[in-house]
C-alpha cells in the first residue's frame, strides 16, 4: 500500500492526498513532520513533505509525486494523455505553484500565525500575486475547471493554493484576488463543496493543534 507521509496542515501534503481520494486509490497516512534529523533526511533529502513511500522507497516533490499517481494508480485521470493537453494542465500547474502560491508563502507568517513581514517582502509579494493571478485569468479556461471540462491536476494546485493566496491578500492587503475572476472564484467555491476537500479540511481542523505545538517547539 502506498504510504503518505507528512501531516494534515501541509496544503502541498493535501494536494497529493486529494489525488489519491479523487482517484480511489488506497493509501496509509504517516505522520511526518520532516525536519534536519537524519532520520527525517534519510526519508525526505531536502527534509520537507509530502513523500510518497513505493515498494522501491521514497518519492518526495509534489509535482513529481503527482505525476508518479499518475502513470501507475488506475482511477479518474488527472492529466490529458494527449501531449499538448498534458502540456497545459502542467503548466497551468506550475504557473500557480510559482506566481501565485510561493509570493502568497512569503507573507504566511503574518497572515496565519501573526508574526509581522518586512514591508519590502509584502510590497513584492502584492506585486506578484497580482500579476499571477492576471496570468491564471489569461490562461485559465475555468470551463467549468482550471484547465476545461474535468478535474485535473490543475485544480489540485488551484484549491490548495489559491485559496491561501485569497486569504493573504484579504488579510494583509484587503484585496480580493478573485474580484475580476467569476469563474475561478466559482470553481473555488464549488472544490470548497467536494467531499473528499471537505475530508481533507476536517482533517487540517483536527490536526491544527498539533501543528501549532510543534511550531512553538520550534522557537
Known amino acids: ?16 492526498k486529494l489525488a489519491l481520494l479523487e482517484k480511489g486509490v488506497p493509501f496509509e497516512e504517516v505522520p511526518f513532520f520532516a525536519g534536519q534529523t537524519p532520520e527525517a533526511l534519510a526519508v525526505s533529502p531536502r527534509g520537507k513533505v509530502p513523500v510518497l513511500g513505493v ?6 516533490e509534489t509535482s513529481v509525486i503527482l505525476e508518479y499517481i499518475e502513470q501507475t494508480q488506475p482511477g479518474p ?3 490529458p494523455v494527449d501531449p499538448f493537453e498534458r502540456a497545459q494542465v502542467l503548466a497551468l500547474a506550475k504557473e500557480i505553484e510559482l506566481y501565485i502560491e510561493l509570493p502568497a508563502r ?3 507568517a503574518e497572515a496565519f500565525f501573526g508574526m509581522p513581514v518586512p514591508d519590502a517582502i509584502k510590497a513584492k509579494a502584492r ?9 491564471l485569468g489569461r490562461h485559465g479556461k475555468f470551463a467549468p475547471f482550471v484547465a476545461g471540462e474535468t478535474l485535473s491536476v490543475a485544480d489540485i494546485y ?22 475580476d475572476m467569476p469563474g475561478a472564484k466559482a470553481l473555488l467555491e464549488r472544490l470548497e463543496q467536494n467531499p473528499h476537500v471537505q ?7 483536527a490536526a491544527m493543534p498539533q501543528f501549532l505545538a ?4 520550534k522557537k
Open 1 to 16: 500500500m502506498l504510504k503518505l507521509y507528512g501531516f494534515a496542515v501541509s496544503n502541498y501534503y493535501n494536494m497529493v
Open 55 to 60: 515498494d522501491q522507497g521514497f518519492i518526495n
Open 77 to 79: 485521470k488527472l492529466l
Open 106 to 108: 512569503a507573507c504566511y
Open 127 to 135: 506585486t506578484e500575486l497580482l500579476e499571477g493571478m492576471a496570468s
Open 158 to 179: 488551484f484549491a490548495y493554493s489559491v485559496n491561501l493566496a485569497c486569504a493573504v491578500g484579504h488579510k494583509i492587503f484587503g484585496l480580493d484576488l478573485l474580484a
Open 199 to 205: 475530508k481533507i479540511a476536517a482533517d487540517k481542523e
Open 214 to 217: 510543534w511550531i512553538s517547539s
